[in-house]
């Protein structure tokens, strides 16, 4: 089996470094236990001293471990063709989107900034009906007590609520 290898320079501390891989490797290993060396470099070479005598871990450290369980949270992103861009992932991780690999996939199907997903988000449903017969529940629009024998053409309600709603792969966002 024929390997690709890759180098990625990582800038970490006013230093640069190369991280080498080669196909088949495990990226997100590699790259947790660089970051996990780095953590235990800075725990060592700490020197400043609180009140009580300890030391000061650098903030660099909190930092790093956010950025460690990002890249730990990135999974199996080889599925989604628009989530294979690292200036994506790496906007992703920046902007700490709390959302899954679908949501964000579709989110940037329905050109949602990545920094907007989170707010335009609006949930998975089967068809635009189901979506404007729950939205408009929600909001109140639709009394709990409808009576029977009333009927709503969700249908069409939805073609105009979804002037304002996008929807990707039966996720369903508002458009900011």
């Known amino acids: 089996m ?8 990582i ?6 470094y190369e991280m080498e891989f080669t196909t088949g490797n495990d990226f997100e290993e590699s790259i947790l236990e660089f970051i996990n060396e780095k953590i235990e470099e800075i725990n060592n070479n700490a020197e400043e001293i609180n009140d009580d005598g300890d ?3 650098i903030d660099e450290i909190t930092e790093i471990k956010d950025i460690a369980w990002s890249v730990a949270d990135w999974g199996e992103v080889d599925e989604y063709k628009n989530l294979k861009d690292i200036d994506v992932l790496n906007e992703i ?12 996939s579709a989110a940037l ?8 997903i989170d707010e335009a988000y609006q949930g998975e449903y089967k068809d635009d009906a189901e979506f404007a017969e729950q939205l408009c529940t929600d909001i109140g629009d639709i009394p709990s007590n409808l009576p029977s024998y009333i009927y709503i053409d969700w249908e069409r309600t939805a073609s105009d609520i979804m002037m304002d709603y996008t929807e990707s792969n039966g996720y ?3 458009n900011l």
Request: glycine fraction near 2%; charge should be negative.
């Open 172 to 174: 369903y966002f508002r």
């Open 11 to 16: 800038s970490f501390n006013g230093e640069e």
């Open 93 to 104: 991780a920046n902007e700490n989107v709390d959302q899954d690999w679908d949501v964000i």
């Open 109 to 116: 199907d329905a050109d949602v900034q990545i920094s907007d």
């Open 2 to 9: 024929k390997t690709t290898d890759l180098t990625i320079a």
């Open 55 to 57: 030391k000061v871990i």
